[in-house]
């Protein structure tokens, strides 16, 4: 086979990938959003309405519990995961770190990356029994927040690592300090770790054996930090497996909110990396 055949080849089996990814995807978000959708039409209120005290029985009510609960779980944990990882990417830059101490953090790091979200939950529920306490809201936070740190680490020690060094050399010709030098550099990184932020976010919201062991479930709405909580990856789990086709349609329902509550985060990442662009040197204004 000559190279230009062998080009051609290999030309058709990547364009072939790439078709069969796209219809994949295009296949599960249109199957779910098309049976989803149809809960949404014969009624609205499914998302936003109390489970009734028999919900897994009957379907009686919605599934308002589990999104609350995945609310109530990921945005704080998002927000200490965001944090503890951008303190971690600005230390793990040359003004603060060697770089032997920068690569021994980065191999935990991409070994924490590639660590099963189970792991997490695991560990956070072996805290539990230790102290005698039951799974909870607050746990859940705690396991998502620990599931959320190295993807939000490495995005934003790969946008600080892409800031302009003339960022940093102007900052210290004009006598600012390390402090006041990183604040300038991560501004003009903020498209990267607005992008990693996102990217937690989504991975949070939509991971459920991470919260399994640690926030338990309830049919309940949430009734503080220290009580069971369930979340929407866990409500589909259940709901999926029921004998209820009532309750196994809110499971197609709830995955049609994840879906695109995923899509819109993607959405404003992309809008809000664009908004913030500008502030990198060479940015669009």
């Known amino acids: 086979m000559d190279r230009y055949a062998e080009q051609r080849l290999f030309g058709f089996l990547a364009r072939a990938s790439a078709a069969l990814i796209v219809a994949v995807l295009l296949l599960v978000v249109g199957v779910t959003i098309f049976r989803g959708g149809r809960v949404f039409l014969t009624d609205p209120a499914v998302a936003i309405t109390p489970p009734g005290s028999r919900y897994m029985l009957d379907g009686g009510g919605g599934f308002l519990h589990a999104v609350l609960g995945s609310l109530f779980i990921v945005v704080p944990a998002t927000v200490v995961a965001t ?77 600080l690592q892409s800031a302009p060094d003339a960022v940093k050399e102007a900052s210290y010709g004009l006598g600012a300090t390390r402090f006041e030098t990183a604040r300038v550099t991560i501004r003009a990184a903020l498209p990267g770790i607005i992008a ?56 197609y329902a709830a995955s049609f909110v994840l879906i695109v509550a995923v899509l819109a985060l993607i959405i404003a990442s992309k809008l809000l990396a664009g908004r913030y662009a500008r502030f990198a040197p060479g940015g669009r204004q």
């Open 83 to 159: 944090t503890l990882s951008l303190s971690t990417a600005v230390f793990l830059q040359s003004d603060y770190s060697s770089e032997r101490t920068s690569d021994v953090i980065n191999m935990f790091l991409n070994v924490l990356w590639g660590t099963p979200p189970i792991v997490y939950g695991v560990f956070v529920l072996t805290v539990i029994i230790a102290v005698g306490a039951q799974t909870s809201l607050i746990f859940g936070i705690v396991a998502i927040a620990i599931f959320q740190y190295p993807i939000m680490t490495r995005y934003a020690d790969e946008a």
């Open 196 to 251: 990693g932020v996102i990217m937690g976010f989504a991975r949070g919201i939509g991971d459920a054996a991470t919260v399994l062991f640690t926030a338990g479930r309830s049919t309940q709405m949430p009734g503080g930090p220290f009580e069971p909580a369930t979340t929407l990856p866990i409500l589909i789990f259940e709901q999926a497996a029921s004998f209820n086709a009532e309750v196994r349609s809110h499971a």
